[in-house]
């Protein structure tokens, strides 16, 4: 155990030793190398960062945030506010500074003492820069390191005039890049309005046309570039968007998207999808943030939305039968049991008859009355046996034929009964 602390402090008086030289080697005014940085797991998260000018608060409410400055001005400041995520021993803080021709020209140290986990700490560091290179006026480039662990990279203007940029309809807590004739020149949080220095002329100013926000909203800024000539204020606006998720195991479904936030949506899903012979999906309702049984239905988009449309499988039941008409073919839903009768004697056309034998196909028995299941599609066949029989005749046949007999009946008695003339 003695050994091992004995080594974290050979390490740390490495680092120390490090960071100590390269100071020594800025002073001295000779050539910088860059210093290697391990991608490791950070004890620090990053809450907020600025260049700013005059004095720095505890609370940050007061400070004068800007993204430029002036060619004539003679340094810059910056700022970053910490917070700890482990508990961390005494360490050094690196600021690289670099010119827009991307030469690094100036390195800062600063200690700082322990942290434990939970504690914030604000940083600063400040170059000189500016007031010492003929050529400043550009894109400054800045690289924060908490000892080993890269912290930001920040970009700043140095120009002849100064021309505040602002950006509305983008919560606080996002940010968007701000691009001067396409190249990236800092960062701007939502609701923030900042000067940018800007050299003589007209510039092409920028900022994301898309910021993602949280799973299913983002911000967009329709009109997101503007020119820049002189000192005057350009606001960019975003508009909230959120997402319409439309889902459905069965059939086509319409409606997903992007919509401005307050929009009133429709969406529909197909109402009936044959998947197989005899099988189908019929619609049944809308879960999940939308309630309702109709196939299409319309919803408010005041936040991200998803809409589940729930199908119900149904099977269908064929009944073949040359003789009769067998009611009950038709879809059921599944699991519903359907009573199937047919007569036992059917008298045809022709005086002949039809007599019942069984149902057949997917079921087979003799009974007239067919209980189905409806747990998969149904064919049942009626099959049927013909016999030739005596005409059997109605009542209303039978009636004139009686009468008829008689008729001819009492005419052949009258023949032989009545005296014949001479």
């Given at each position: 155990m003695i050994d091992l602390l004995k080594g974290?402090?050979?390490?740390?008086?490495?680092?120390?030793?490090?960071?100590?030289?390269?100071?020594?080697?800025?002073?001295?005014?000779?050539?910088?190398?860059?210093?290697?940085?391990?991608?490791?797991?950070?004890?620090?998260?990053?809450?907020?960062?600025?260049?700013?000018?005059?004095?720095?608060?505890s609370t940050l409410e007061s400070v004068t945030r800007v993204n430029g400055y002036l060619?004539?001005?003679?340094?810059?400041?910056?700022f970053v506010r910490l917070q700890y995520l482990t508990d961390v021993e005494e360490v050094v803080g690196v600021a690289r500074f670099y010119s827009p021709d991307e030469t690094l020209v100036q390195l800062r140290?600063?200690?700082?003492?322990?942290?434990?986990?939970?504690?914030?700490?604000?940083?600063?560091?400040?170059?000189?820069?500016?007031?010492?290179?003929?050529?400043?006026?550009?894109?400054?480039?800045?690289?924060?390191?908490?000892?080993?662990?890269?912290?930001?990279?920040?970009?700043?203007?140095?120009?002849?005039?100064?021309?505040n940029i602002g950006v509305t309809g983008l919560p606080s807590k996002f940010v968007t890049r701000l691009l001067i004739d396409d190249n990236e020149a800092g960062m701007i949080r939502g609701g923030e309005r900042k000067p940018w220095a800007f050299m003589r002329g007209t510039h092409k100013v920028a900022v994301d046309a898309l910021v993602e926000g949280e799973i299913g909203t983002r911000y967009y800024c329709y009109r997101n570039y503007r020119n820049v000539s002189a000192e005057t204020t350009h606001l960019f606006e975003y508009s909230t968007e959120h997402y319409l998720?439309?889902?459905?195991?069965?059939?086509?479904?319409?409606?997903?998207?992007?919509?401005?936030?307050?929009?009133?949506?429709?969406?529909?899903?197909?109402?009936?999808?044959?998947?197989?012979?005899?099988?189908?999906?019929?619609?049944?309702r809308w879960v999940d943030d939308y309630k309702g049984?109709?196939?299409?239905?319309?919803?408010?988009?005041?936040?991200?939305?998803?809409?589940?449309?729930?199908?119900?499988?149904?099977?269908?039941?064929k009944v073949i039968s040359k003789y009769a008409d067998i009611k009950g073919e038709g879809w059921y839903d599944d699991g519903v049991t359907v009573q199937l009768s047919a007569p036992s004697i059917v008298v045809l056309p022709d005086m002949t008859k039809a007599v019942f034998v069984k149902w057949s196909?997917?079921?087979?028995?003799s009974n007239t009355v067919l209980?189905?299941?409806?747990?998969?599609?149904?064919?049942?066949?009626?099959?049927?046996?013909?016999?030739?029989?005596?005409?059997?005749?109605?009542?209303?046949?039978?009636?004139?034929?009686?009468?008829?007999?008689?008729?001819?009946?009492?005419?052949?008695?009258?023949?032989f009964v009545l005296p014949k003339k001479k």
């Open positions: 974290l402090r050979a390490v740390r008086s490495f680092w120390c030793m490090i960071l100590t030289l390269y100071a020594l080697s800025a002073l001295s005014g000779s050539v910088y190398h860059p210093i290697v940085v391990t991608a490791q797991a950070q004890p620090v998260t990053v809450t907020d960062y600025s260049f700013y000018k005059g004095n720095l608060s060619r004539n001005e003679t340094s810059a400041k910056i140290l600063a200690k700082y003492t322990p942290r434990k986990a939970g504690d914030t700490s604000i940083w600063s560091f400040e170059t000189d820069m500016i007031g010492q290179l003929k050529n400043n006026t550009g894109i400054w480039r800045v690289e924060l390191y908490h000892g080993p662990y890269d912290l930001v990279v920040a970009r700043f203007t140095v120009g002849d005039y100064l021309a998720r439309v889902t459905s195991l069965y059939g086509e479904i319409k409606g997903s998207g992007w919509y401005q936030k307050g929009s009133n949506v429709s969406f529909s899903v197909e109402a009936t999808v044959y998947t197989a012979p005899g099988t189908r999906y019929v619609f049944s049984d109709s196939p299409r239905g319309t919803i408010i988009m005041d936040g991200a939305k998803n809409v589940t449309a729930v199908h119900r499988v149904q099977y269908q039941l196909g997917d079921m087979v028995t209980s189905v299941a409806m747990r998969k599609p149904f064919t049942v066949n009626v099959d049927w046996r013909v016999e030739a029989t005596q005409p059997i005749l109605s009542r209303e046949q039978s009636i004139p034929i009686a009468i008829g007999g008689f008729v001819l009946l009492v005419a052949i008695a009258a023949f």
